[in-house]
Every structure is written in C-alpha cells, then in structure tokens.
C-alpha cells in the first residue's frame, strides 16, 4: 500500500469511516497514480481502512489504469452496464455495514449521491476533501522535481512570448506564437487558459485576451502555466514595451517590492496571513491598497489552486514542503496592471523561487 493511502486509511481509523468514496480525477490521481479525465463516466476510488481498495473506470481504460502502477482491484464497465451494482458488490465482499463514508462534497454531484445514498441508507456521510487539501498540501521530492520542470516550461514561455512583442501584433498573435513554440516542446496542456494582456485590458486581474493590438508605451502582461506529469506551475510577467511613464514604473516598482518582501517573509512557523499583510502593507502604504482586490497567493500542484491560500486572515503556518504562489498586484483602471508572479517552494530555511524569469523591468525595444 502507498504511503498516501495508508495515511488516508489512518484518518479514516481515527475518523471511524468505514469507506471514503473518491471521484475527482485530481484525488483519484493522488491516492492510485492514475490519472483519468472521464468526462460525464464514473470515475471513482474506494478506500477501506485494512481491506483492499478498488478503482472504477470505464472497461475501455482498465488497462491504461494498471499500466499506470496501480496494483489493486480495478472495476471496469461498459457503456451499456451499471457500475453502482458493481460497486456494491465489491463494496459487500469486503465490509458488512457502512455507517460513515467520505466523500468530495464539492465534486460529488446529486444523482451520484443518492445513488450512494440507496446503497447505503443508513450511511453518514462526511467530507474528504478538507484532508485531501492538507495531504495534498506539503509535496514530495519528486512532485517538487515535475513542478520544477513546469516552471522551467513556463519560464520559457514568457521569454518566447515576450521576444514576439513587436509593433502592430495583438494579444492573441504573441498567445499563439508562444503556445506553439510550447507544443513543439511536447507540451499538451496549459494549466489554465493563458492571458497576454495589454493597456488598459491589462488592468483587469482576470482578464480575456483577444484582438487588442500593441502599442509603444504600454505594458503587457503574461499569465500562463504548464501542466507536466499532470503537476502545474503558474508565473505572471509584466514587461514593457518601449518606454513607460512615470506612473506605470511607479506601479511595477511597487509590485515588484510587495512581490521581494513576501518571498523574504515565506518561512516555515509564520502564518499564511502574515506573508499576505507582508506585501499588502507596502502597496497599501504607498496608496494603492484599494487596487490590489486578491490574495498574495496560492498552492499549486496537481491543481492550479490548492492549500494553503495566503489571505490576510489565514492563520495556517507555513511548512517545509508547500509550493505556492506569490503574486501581489496592483490594477488601477484606464492607467495600468501589473502583476509579477512567482511560484515558490518552502524548505527550512525559507522560500525557494522556481520560476527565474527576470523580475527587474524589461524593457521591450
Ligand atoms: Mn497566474
Ligand atoms: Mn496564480
């Protein structure tokens, strides 16, 4: 049994749960190292404390599923079965009653639900995730190898994507160029829909790219991340093309000292909260504290998004083993946006930055 599962089992010992019931691809991915996006299918991971765990999947995946490593029963079903008659069958060979099952609340939708429900009718069900989220949360040397290699991809793009910036091309041209220049890298997937964003379109945190061309004096901003090994890594830039004002460089450099001091302040024994005011007080003390809306940051990992979130009111510590995001901003409509984001890994001595494109101001001939 993989060390994953075991502590999942020891929580559930603790927990007295009889069976966790896992269906996101994320969480099944973590505990079986398979990885399966099974559309509208039923993917699932059943748990028990000492008995065998089992997978479900689509009978057409079984063997890609024990071709990934994964050692245990696998359940596969056609098209034209149903898997819950499956799943209890399994389920009944193993254990006589079940009177608390976890499950992914937020994923899990209704009609799986009370499916799981009929099977089990006197069953309490409780929440997985919040301990998926902490196991999740402190990363392995060999998941902080894949996000590093993520971040160099990443690093790459930016730099490509900053080299394409020339007079008359659009968002969308220097998008298109730099997600090409990554497939011939072998890349398939990005971990979210990149964003080359310019001029005022660059104020907005979550903006669209699209036809807006660009021009000397404005500042472009990329945000994009790669996916490698099904591990994400997330980098933000903000650079110049040509000259800027007084103001834009008032804003990067404001940014830019927020972004420093929060790496400085990324230790293991501070809170969450506290990395967050570390940058939020400077953008605050040098007036743009209403034009800085978001968190400092967040964990990445199998998902873009994941534990610990650095708000200014989260009071989880910080340990040796997270990987998360730094990434103050500051948005003032009509004049400028500016983020510069970096992804960063705790060790002992502090916070170790994985993304290396350059920070200091490049300016863009
Ligand atoms: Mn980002
Ligand atoms: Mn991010």
């Known amino acids: 049994m993989n060390q994953r599962l075991v ?40 748990v028990f404390q000492e008995e065998e765990p089992f997978l479900v999947c689509p009978s057409m995946e079984v063997h890609d599923a024990k071709r990934s490593g994964w050692a245990h029963e696998i359940i596969g079903y056609s098209d034209i079965e149903n898997p819950w008659e499956l799943i209890l069958n399994s389920i009944n060979k193993r254990i006589h009653k079940v009177s608390k099952a976890a499950i992914e609340k937020e994923h899990m939708n209704v009609e799986r639900y009370e499916r799981l429900l009929s099977l089990f009718p006197h069953a309490s069900f409780v929440s997985a995730e919040e301990k998926l989220r902490m196991l999740r949360m402190i990363k392995d040397a060999q998941e902080l190898k894949i996000i590093e290699e993520a971040c160099a991809l990443a690093d790459f793009a930016v730099q490509f994507g900053a080299s394409e910036i020339k007079e008359g091309k659009t968002e969308l041209d220097v998008l298109n160029a730099l997600e090409y220049a990554l497939k011939q890298k072998g890349v398939t997937e990005m971990s979210f829909s990149t964003m080359v964003l310019t001029g005022a379109n660059a104020a907005s945190p979550h903006g669209t790219p699209g036809g807006t061309k660009i021009k000397k004096g404005d500042l472009v901003l990329f945000d994009l991340g790669v996916v490698v090994d099904r591990y994400c890594s997330d980098i933000t830039r903000t650079v110049a093309y040509g000259d800027i004002n007084d103001k834009q460089k008032e804003i990067y450099d404001t940014v830019l ?33 209403e034009f800085f809306p978001h968190r400092l940051g967040h964990g990445l990992g199998i998902s873009v998004h994941e534990y610990p979130s650095l708000t200014e009111t989260n009071q989880l510590i910080i340990e040796e083993g997270m990987v998360y995001t730094i990434e103050p901003g500051i948005y003032v409509p009509e004049v400028a946006g500016v983020r510069i984001e970096d992804d960063v890994y705790i060790t002992a001595d502090g916070a170790k930055v994985i993304t290396n494109f350059p920070k200091e101001l490049q300016i863009i001939k």
Not at 12 to 30: A, D, R, W
Not at 276 to 283: C, E, G, H, M, V
């Open 7 to 46: 502590k999942l089992q020891t929580w559930m010992k603790e927990n007295e749960i009889e069976v966790s019931f896992l269906t996101s691809s994320e969480n099944v991915f973590y505990l079986s190292g398979y990885y399966t996006d099974p559309h509208e299918r039923l993917l699932a991971l059943a």
């Open 257 to 289: 000292k927020a972004q420093l001091a929060a790496i400085a302040a990324s230790k293991p024994g501070v809170s969450a909260a506290e990395v967050d005011l570390t940058a939020r007080r400077i953008i605050s003390d040098a007036g743009y504290g």
